[in-house]
């Protein structure tokens, strides 16, 4: 009796998740709670059910979902990993077009605007499907509205507005291309003419550049320092003049470089002002 026990169970066959049948794990579950927007439920629920179904052809699509779920809960590297993966295994175009889409956008939201900007690029060079490349243009004039690359910015969302006039973002991109073309024309410091004025008058490019208290303390160095310079040359005071005379020469040639550095900062500072701006009127492409 033992051994037909034991013979009989020799002959079932080793369980296997893609066998196993399991009425409570069903895709319209995650899809669900993707659809109301509870991204990490819906993730959870994605990788439950494509454990116990490997083999469910529609894997590329649910795996894509699985990478929007990252994307959307701004786990970037781990959308990012997901998509290509599908991108690499799919031969459906639609999806592979909305996927690199997605990746684009995960590099953007990373703050990696030249790979963003390289995908992008892909998908508008030879468009398969219009709402997709007016969003990939629309992101790739994003990418470089972040880089404050104004002028590429202007000319890819005006490009955005002629090339998809019928396009949700057409009115958007025609607004932000004129927002663009204005931050050309925002006021800026000259760094050339502040090294200029702190070589005439030390300390004088600073106070241009909106530093004044820095540009007095280097005024005030540079006059004190060459006054003891001075001073130790009259009363024939080698090593005193050497070391005035250096220090003096140390905080003349820094003030230049100082006046330089602080007017590429001003310009900086008020193009990230104007940027911000933007970005609290116009919403970025959503994740």
Not at 95 to 116: C, I, N, P
Not at 193 to 205: D, E, K, Q
């Amino acid at each position: 009796m033992l051994e037909l026990v034991l013979t009989l169970f020799l002959l079932i066959p080793p369980l296997n998740p893609s066998t196993i049948q399991h009425p409570g794990i069903v895709v319209e579950l995650p899809n669900r709670l993707f659809d109301e927007g509870d991204f990490h439920a819906a993730l959870i629920e994605y990788k439950r059910y494509l454990h116990y179904n490997p083999n469910d052809p529609r894997r590329p699509y649910l795996e894509y979902r699985m990478g929007l779920c990252y994307l959307r809960t701004g786990r970037y590297e781990e959308a990012e990993k997901v998509l290509r993966s599908v991108a690499q295994r799919t031969s459906d175009d639609r999806l592979r077009q909305e996927v690199d889409l997605a990746l684009a956008k995960a590099l953007f939201w990373d703050d990696r605007y030249d790979s963003a900007k390289f995908i992008a690029r892909r998908l508008t060079s030879h468009p398969l499907y219009a709402d997709i490349a007016a969003q990939s243009l629309y992101l790739s004039a994003w990418c470089s509205l972040n880089e404050m690359d104004w002028g590429e910015a202007t000319i890819k969302f005006r490009r955005a507005a002629d090339l998809y006039p019928d396009h949700p973002i057409s009115e958007k991109s025609s607004l932000l291309a004129e927002e663009s073309l204005k931050a050309l024309s925002l006021p800026r410091k000259s760094p050339d003419l502040a090294r200029i004025l702190s070589a005439v008058m030390p300390g004088s490019g600073l106070i241009y550049c909106g530093e004044g208290i820095r540009g007095i303390g280097y005024m005030a160095g540079n006059l004190i320092t060459l006054f003891l310079a001075t001073r130790a040359a009259l009363e024939g005071d080698g090593l005193n003049l050497f070391i005035m005379g250096g220090t003096w020469a140390w905080i003349y040639l820094r003030g230049i470089r100082a006046s330089y550095e602080a007017a590429l900062r001003y310009n900086e500072e008020a193009e990230r002002r104007y940027l911000n701006s933007l970005k609290s009127r116009f919403t970025p492409p959503d994740p």
